[in-house]
């Protein structure tokens, strides 16, 4: 996913290495202009667009291999690519000849539902001496699709066929042998790779979570995302929540419409906000006493981590593996995700007890600094790249 934070992170990690890195987008089928951007921290690479259009807008320090010198923009652009998309080209072809022509050591897709099917698919058409293929497992690719009608059968199929896996969870390990993985399991860290911990942390100026006034939910309301649940839970603790500021971050049209009704019912204010940078949601998140993230699936979502960085108090569904990470009630208080009369009484004990809070910060970020550190991640990832490379030569 070219245009993705994750896919960035991880890239970020490996530079400075010497590695010729080459990206193939998957996105690229439909070029929808908010799709159709690299994200703006993807540096030092190759991207590839064999038989498609470049990307709309190229940066230095990237490259662009396979594309058309023709640059279009707006309707024209989306009109002529699907026009011969649909006609000639095949992505899974498109990736099995890129693979033949660059022979990379290790093929590695990131995340399963796109990637990972995409792969699969590409696997009749690379040849008898096809690299290795190291399959990332990212958020709910095992524990909810696993179990669907819809890709159920795909999964497995993908587990069998993958050389190595890689996942957040020791859960999706379990899982993934369960449903058919034959292959190595080489790492379980988190798909974003590692964090500048010193530098998040640092972004509260030293001020303890049990001194903000800040109460951070998570707005996604979809698939998976139950930010209408936090809403209804935040609703119930009205009572105490005067002085505090919520920000639903990011936020979608049925929850910002959920927040104006509860507002208007309670009192509370909801502050609604989407688009913002990252550095500025790390900010935010360093002003808040609470963070609440609800979800039915995932994996160790991105945002439970920055907020045990950040110090904000993590209230974190049980369907993600925030238990691998904190002790229920001592690091944070684990929750189902749609239940709010449950949740209610997670975020009034975070507002009671400044104890709880405070103690939290501290021993969560000792644990970030033991587990999500680059210093702590980027030697192991290099590791397992080099580990898979060396195995085949």
Not at 144 to 164: P, T
Not at 246 to 274: D, H, K
Not at 382 to 392: C, Q, S
Request: net charge positive; glycine share 8%; charged share 25%.
């Amino acid at each position: 996913m070219h245009n993705s934070i994750h896919t960035a992170r991880w890239i970020r990690q490996l530079r400075g290495l010497g590695w010729d890195l080459h990206l193939f987008p998957i996105q690229q089928s439909d070029p929808d202009p908010d799709l159709d951007q690299l994200h703006p921290e993807i540096r030092e690479i190759t991207v590839h667009h064999p038989g498609g259009l470049p990307l709309s807008a190229p940066r230095p320090g990237v490259r662009e291999a396979g594309t058309w010198p023709l640059r279009l923009r707006g309707p024209a652009r989306k009109d002529i690519f699907r026009r011969i998309r649909r006609r000639f080209l095949r992505r899974d072809r498109d990736l099995a000849a890129t693979v033949r022509r660059i022979r990379p050591d290790v093929v590695h897709s990131m995340e399963f539902q796109h990637a990972g099917y995409l792969t699969l698919a590409a696997l009749p058409h690379m040849g008898p001496a096809r690299p290795p293929w190291l399959a990332a497992n990212w958020g709910s690719d095992v524990y909810l699709y696993g179990r669907l009608a819809s890709d159920r059968e795909q999964v497995r199929a993908l587990l069998r066929s993958c050389d190595y896996y890689h996942c957040e969870c020791e859960r999706d390990v379990a899982l993934a042998r369960e449903f058919g993985l034959r292959g190595e399991v080489v790492a379980v860290s988190p798909s974003g790779g590692g964090f500048d911990v010193a530098t998040i942390a640092g972004l509260s100026g030293g001020v303890p979570p049990s001194a903000r006034r800040v109460i951070v939910l998570k707005g996604y309301q979809h698939w998976a995302g139950r930010a209408l649940v936090g809403i209804r839970a935040l609703e119930l603790c009205a009572d105490v929540l005067s002085g505090y500021r919520i920000v639903v971050l990011p936020v979608e049209r049925p929850v910002a419409i959920a927040a104006e009704l509860a507002s208007q019912r309670t009192g509370i204010e909801f502050e609604t906000r989407g688009g913002l940078p990252h550095e500025e949601t790390l900010r935010l998140f360093a002003s808040a006493r609470v963070h609440i993230g609800l979800s039915i699936s995932d994996a160790i979502s991105t945002s439970f981590l920055e907020s045990m960085i950040t110090g904000a108090f993590p209230i974190q569904s049980c369907t993600s593996c925030a238990s691998e990470w904190i002790d229920d009630g001592v690091g944070g208080i684990i929750v189902p995700p749609e239940d709010p009369e449950v949740i209610a009484r997670a975020i009034r004990r975070a507002l009671a007890d400044d104890a709880l809070v405070d103690e939290a910060a501290r021993s969560n970020r000792k644990t970030a600094m033991e587990r999500l550190d680059l210093s702590v991640v980027r030697p192991r990832v290099t590791e397992m790249y080099e580990r898979i490379a060396a195995a085949t030569r």
